[in-house]
């Protein structure tokens, strides 16, 4: 477990490997003991790039900035019948 601190706030990033992508994570620890928490913060080709992220990410939010947008946004899958409609009509054309 990695801590890092901005302005005297405890950040904990954290990195999980998704296939061969990295998904970034982070928790900002209030002085209370209560962890504010975000979910996926992006998907990153490097551990590194996650990681880096996750920090940039909780420190935005220590300062009340905006969270940055993840380079990349991956699409949510296609249900099963839009892939087969048009794979039917790739067929067809």
């Known amino acids: 477990m990695m801590i890092v ?6 950040i904990q990033p954290s ?7 990295y998904v970034a994570r982070a928790s900002v620890i209030e002085e209370d003991g209560e ?14 790039a996650a990681l880096t992220f996750a920090i940039r990410s909780a420190s935005a939010f220590v300062d009340g900035e905006s969270l ?5 946004e991956p699409l949510p899958p296609k249900s099963v019948s839009e892939v087969d409609n048009t794979a039917a009509g790739q067929r067809r054309g």
């Open 15 to 21: 990195v999980t490997q998704y296939g061969f992508a």
């Open 5 to 10: 601190y901005h302005a005297g706030v405890p």
């Open 35 to 48: 962890a504010t928490s975000f979910g996926m913060l992006g998907v990153f080709a490097s551990e590194d």
């Open 68 to 72: 940055p947008k993840p380079p990349y």
